[in-house]
């Protein structure tokens, strides 16, 4: 299949998103910290950050939202989330529904899976469980011997949800399924985690349960030992990969095999990470199995860079922070697990501004319909025609690709190459002298319909034209100097301030034209052509801007 064959393939396949919504109410693990959103700074100037955007400084852990969960999670000599490459993250798959065989407390078996789906080796395999019903989001669910008449979401949902049977995890292990996804708190019953201590009434329930069911008591039924061998050693060790707190659109694929894409921020440091889970459905008239096929060879561009402490900042921002809370060794004969929380601000690694960033009465990342982050686009590699602080423009942009109307737009300036871990890291060149756009650019996204902008360095503004110019006068000099050699006017007869001041964010914002900034790692190996484009951004539902996983397709 020709190149553009396949871009149009992949804009008419199904794409399902099986992301649950993030927000300040999502409940986190028990016991772990919730999303905190703290406005650092403002348009107009906000307490500890100062004037000129809408900047956010969040902490939060891990396990709060739809996250995968990495082999580190368990075995502190495993993989980070970062060292996890996107083969092993998507892959062809199934979702079964197994709701009405299941209950509060129960278990769940290879058994009931197979018989309701067929599951071939080396799939990803994502369980409906029913249990998404009691998510945060989703509506109550009444029930008359509840207290208030309304059974309690939180319990529903992490507590109480059902588990897998002895049995499951060594049939995964021998199916050498690559990941699995549930619709719940947890991939294991919640009675095999910490839970079963801190809620020792619920457990008492789950106990009775399972006599009543098996005729044995927890520990006969789970011997301690061989449980931790099995998910602290064994799953770990065979790369077995979890993903929680799915949601989204999981019932209209009830029993469908699918293509599964399960895209984490890739953290360096830490053990789990929020993700973007989507499933992807042929389109209509096309042969299952040729899809897949044609989904297995394409190739993945993964244009993020790696998430981590030593990822420098926007100037001014804070840096990202971890704290680890909870080591395998800490919890009862083994049962607890390693978890972070985590704090920062947006404006470092690869990132997605959003509306809200710069537009008050903008969309939030979670309010942007799914179908915005992805679609058919472009990357441009104008690096032979950039320098340091210089400008470039839609002709040369043109000059290089045909762009059509609605395309997504990748600009490869060839600054990637001074990121923080490049071999030719140069951190002030990468933050203040990076090109940036000529005054009419904006305007032409505009005519263009440009869906959404990325670039390869900091920001897509010039950086002259924020407050580094107030900061850096010596390359404002250098910059200024620059543009009087190549268009014959100092900058602001180029840009004035009124206008072109943050001219990206705050012309383009309003009109629903955002930007990705500090795309890297593999866009280094991206030549100008079309490609389909996929933001996998959290889905943040008071987060003016967030992290995420950007992928090119061909």
Known sequence: MEREQFIQMLGSAGWHDLTQPLSIFTPPWPGEMPLQVHFFKRLTGSWGG????????????????????????FHSGMRTIADIPLTDLCGEGVVVDISDLVSDYSLYTPEMITSRVTVKKGDILIINTGYHKYAWDQPDVH????????????????????????EFFQWALDMELKLIGVDCGCAEHPMNTNIRYMHAREFEKAEAKLREAYGKSWDEMFPPDWYHELTHIKMPKAGLLLAESLGGEIDRLSNRRVWVMVMPIPFVEVESAWCRAVALTPPNGMDEGEFFALMRNAEMLDLTLPFSVQTPQWANYEPLSVKYTKRVGGQYFGLGRNNAHCRASFHLATHMDGEKHFHAAGRTIGEMPFEYWFGPGVIVDISDLVSDSS??????????????????????TGYHRYGWNS?????????????????????????????WLGVDCVAMEHPMNTIQRVW????????????????GKDWDEMYPLDKYYQDMHLNLFPKGIVHAENLGTDIALAE??????????????????CWGRFVAFK
């Open 472 to 487: 850096h006068p010596k390359t404002f000099e250098e910059a200024n100097r620059k543009l009087k050699e190549q268009f």
């Open 423 to 451: 071999p030719d890291s140069d951190e002030f060149r990468y933050m203040i002298k990076h090109p940036g756009p000529s005054p009419d650019f904006a305007d032409w996204c505009l005519q263009k319909r440009i869906k």
């Open 50 to 73: 100062g004037q000129g955007a809408n900047g956010q400084l969040i902490e939060w852990s891990n396990n709060t939202g739809t996250h995968l969960v990495g082999p580190r999670a």
């Open 391 to 412: 400008v470039y423009t839609p002709a040369m942009i043109e000059s290089k690709v045909e762009v059509r109307e609605g395309d997504i737009l990748l600009i490869k």
């Open 528 to 545: 100008s052509g079309r490609y389909f484009i996929g933001a996998f951004v959290q889905r943040g539902m008071e987060l003016a801007s």
């Open 143 to 166: 029930n008359p011997n509840a207290q208030g008449g309304i059974e309690n979401k939180e319990f529903g949902y992490y507590v109480r949800h059902p588990g897998p049977s002895p």
